[in-house]
T-cell receptor, first 112, second 109 residues
Framework: DGGITQSPKYLFRKEGQNVTLSCEQN?????MYWYRQDPGQGLRLIYY???????QKGDIAEGYSVSREKKESFPLTVTSAQKNPTAFYLC???????????FGSGTRLTVV | GQNIDQPTEMTATEGAIVQINCTYQ??????LFWYQQHAGEAPTFLSY????GLEEKGRFSSFLSRSKGYSYLLLKELQMKDSASYLC??????????FGTGTRLQVFP
């Protein structure tokens, strides 16, 4: 079955360490997105990519980095520069021109 | 700027009807989405409106008025499993989506 896979589901890291969250899709979707969700707040866009080897900053890109070397994969690195990294991270994808965004199951990152 | 408002919490009784409102201000509007999200899980797509009017899908309906920057999600014959957060999201510019903070709905027996 086609879908988006995020791994791991739960991730713990020490403060000051970089960490990479995985997002893989086999839907042949062109566009991929990373969102962050905090309690009491809506999903906020971190980065997005509409084609391979190209990506744009979203509303809260500081302290994060991404790559899009393959259509299927859009990993997100949370760097030590991110001041408050503990959050629920959601990856999504969309076929250009289609209506719906498909979401992965999310990664809950806790930095201690 | 982009802004979406929806109520923070709502409660309803099993079998009843509930309407969740959403108002928005965006530039380059290209559609309004409703998603359902259970705690700790990914949002799942419920509906998409790009033209004014009502879209019906089983127990769920969604309405859009672009001139008023207003949408609502109508849930009929509420079931306990409908207890979740409902996210209003607006597509803008070419391919970006902005989300509201979500409305947490609790359904009681």
């Amino acid at each position: 079955d086609g879908g988006i896979t995020q791994s791991p589901k739960y991730l713990f890291r020490k403060e000051g360490q970089n960490v990479t969250l995985s997002c893989e899709q086999n839907l042949n979707h062109d566009a991929m997105y990373w969102y962050r969700q905090d309690p009491g707040q809506g999903l906020r866009l971190i980065y997005y990519s509409q084609i391979v080897n190209d990506f744009q900053k979203g509303d809260i890109a500081e302290g994060y980095s991404v790559s899009r070397e393959k259509k299927e994969s859009f990993p997100l690195t949370v760097t030590s520069a991110q001041k408050n990294p503990t959050a629920f991270y959601l990856c999504a994808s969309r076929l250009t021109g289609d209506d719906g965004y498909t979401f992965g199951s999310g990664t809950r990152l806790t930095v201690v | 700027g982009q802004n979406i408002d929806q109520p923070t919490e709502m409660t309803a009784t099993e079998g009843a009807i509930v309407q969740i409102n959403c108002t928005y201000q965006t530039s380059g509007f290209n559609g309004l989405f409703w998603y359902q999200q259970h705690a700790g899980e990914a949002p799942t797509f419920l509906s998409y409106n790009v033209l004014d009017g009502l879209e019906e899908k089983g127990r769920f309906s969604s309405f859009l008025s672009r001139s008023k920057g207003y949408s609502y999600l109508l849930l009929k014959e509420l079931q306990m499993k409908d207890s979740a957060s409902y996210l209003c999201a607006v597509g803008y510019n070419t391919d970006k989506l902005i989300f509201g903070t979500g409305t947490r709905l609790q359904v009681f027996p």
